[in-house]
């Protein structure tokens, strides 16, 4: 047995097994994106590097050998540093959206490219939900918002923006009628589990419900006091014209479907009991009320687990040049029947197909890497290749790992993939220029797993 220190932890391993291999038997996480562990290591990336204590020299331990008397460090500061350059280099050539710009400008985060894709497939009812998930009351706020987000929507690139707005009314409509029900028409309900916790919101505005509301989805039981007779807030001074009244009642029947308790008409609300109580900020625009309810929410319940609030990395492209917003269009779907699918089907698609299990994506954050810490002198051309097939290739998001490569190869693929050009020109293709899909042929589903970023992924995947 080979015998080495791990940040000082006494290790024995087989002879020729690795320092990675090492450092995983005792538990300690190095980050890998080009490692496998059936694939012999690429050491393309260098995330893996860990110190050698003895030397000082920083070392690739997907590839450097165990051997006696080793001592090494995977996490200190010398190490962090080199890491967190790495994924800035990385990320300085990296051309993808994490999020669409969409839901970045929405301030309550709507989802709204997942919603559109439910809506587009005919699954009103996903779509309905991650409308409600998001907005709390996206009904009303389909009548009352401004809509700042087909502002930002790409397709105005092309033609016009997406009605988005008008979409999730309609959907939020769908879910909660605001029809009168005939009888023994059940309110929709949602179910949560509980975590023992109870909060006081104070006020029924779009604030206090979108407080309760996200509370509700974490597990907390939450009631609502208001010293008016009625809820809603500043909802409740709009004119019919602008927001019909049924559609505000439907819309609070069914947070209280959701276990969410109402105690109106009380002007000294009594708090005494309660894990937590919330004084939201109303604001004059509904949607930026809904986005402070759930922030406050997201705050309490952070302090109830006693974690620090995560910031999400977020990898942006900016404005599309011509020629790219129609290599999105390509990527649109179009067999849409009714007119609701049908607009919705015109999304572009601008988040990533691997939002969730992008490795790169994970690093970045876990390090603390930014995109613009290394400026590119110009941003690299996107394009989507493989428009016909279930994969869709982005270049733009290859880190150049080599694990499609390698795959395809040892599975003997006729053509699959390979590296041409040199230098900061390599590129990843199938060879002759011929076809995505005739490149993989046997093991599309393995290289799509294997690739850690959305750089291939699979056209209909949606991990949110
Ligand atoms: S590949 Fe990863 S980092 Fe790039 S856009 Fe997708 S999720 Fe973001
Ligand atoms: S095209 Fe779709 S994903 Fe892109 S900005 Fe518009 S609504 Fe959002
Ligand atoms: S496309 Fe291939 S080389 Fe590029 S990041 Fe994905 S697996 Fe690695």
Redo the contacts with the bound molecule.
């Keep these: 047995m080979v015998k080495l220190k791990i940040n000082g932890m006494e290790v024995s391993v087989d002879p020729g097994a690795t320092v990675l291999e090492a450092a995983q038997q005792i538990g300690v996480e190095i980050p890998t994106?080009?490692w496998r562990k059936d694939l012999p290591p690429a050491t393309s990336c260098m995330l893996c590097v860990v110190k050698n204590v003895k030397t000082g020299q920083l070392l690739p331990s997907c590839s450097a050998p165990a051997v006696d008397g080793l001592e090494v460090e995977t996490d200190c500061e010398e190490v962090l540093e080199a890491r967190r350059d790495i994924l800035n280099l990385l990320l300085s050539e990296h051309v993808g959206d994490c999020e669409a710009p969409c839901r970045r400008i929405c301030p309550a985060s709507l989802d709204i490219p997942s919603m559109l894709r439910k809506i587009g497939d005919g699954d009103t009812e996903a779509a309905a939900w991650i409308a409600k998930r998001d907005l709390a009351i996206p009904a009303i706020l389909g009548y009352v918002c401004p809509a700042p987000c087909e502002k930002g929507c790409r397709r105005a690139q092309i033609d016009s923006s997406i009605t988005i707005r008008e979409l999730h009314r309609d959907v939020g409509r769908a879910r909660c009628p605001s029809e009168p029900r005939t009888a023994g028409t059940a309110v929709p309900t949602f179910e949560f589990p509980m975590s023992g916790k109870r909060v006081a919101v104070i006020g029924s505005g779009p604030a206090g419900l979108s407080s309760a509301w996200k509370l509700r989805q974490l597990g907390h039981a939450c009631t609502i006091f208001d010293g008016a007779a009625e809820a809603g807030g500043a909802l409740l001074e709009l004119p019919e014209e602008k927001l019909p009244r049924a559609v505000l009642v439907a819309e609070i029947e069914s947070l209280k479907a959701a276990g969410i308790e109402f105690v109106l008409g009380t002007a000294s609300p009594e708090t005494t009991g309660f894990d937590a109580v919330v004084e939201p900020e109303e604001h004059k625009l509904a949607v930026k009320a809904v986005a402070n309810g759930k922030a406050a929410a997201e705050k309490i319940d952070g302090e109830f687990q006693s974690l620090e609030p995560a910031q999400r990395f977020d990898s942006k492209i900016g404005k599309l040049r011509e020629s790219e917003a129609q290599q999105f269009l390509a990527n649109c779907p179009q067999a849409a029947t009714d007119e609701m699918q049908k607009e919705a089907a015109r999304c572009l698609h601008c988040d990533c197909r691997k939002p969730v299990s992008c490795k790169l994506r994970k690093y970045a954050e876990q390090y603390g890497a930014k995109q613009s810490f290394y400026e590119a002198v110009e941003r690299k051309h996107i394009e989507l290749i493989g428009h016909a097939g279930e994969v869709v290739?982005e270049?733009g998001?290859?880190?150049?790992?080599?694990?499609?490569?390698q795959?395809t190869k040892r599975a003997g693929e006729e053509l699959g993939?390979t590296f041409v050009g040199r230098g900061f020109n390599t590129k990843?293709k199938v060879p002759f220029n011929e076809s995505l899909e005739d490149g993989l042929k046997k093991v599309a589903r393995e290289?799509v797993e294997?690739?850690?970023?959305g750089?291939?992924a699979f056209r209909d995947a949606d991990e949110k």
Excluded: H
């Design positions: 994106l080009c290739f270049p998001k290859c880190i150049k790992c080599g694990l499609c490569v795959i993939l990843v290289c294997a690739c850690p970023t750089a291939l």
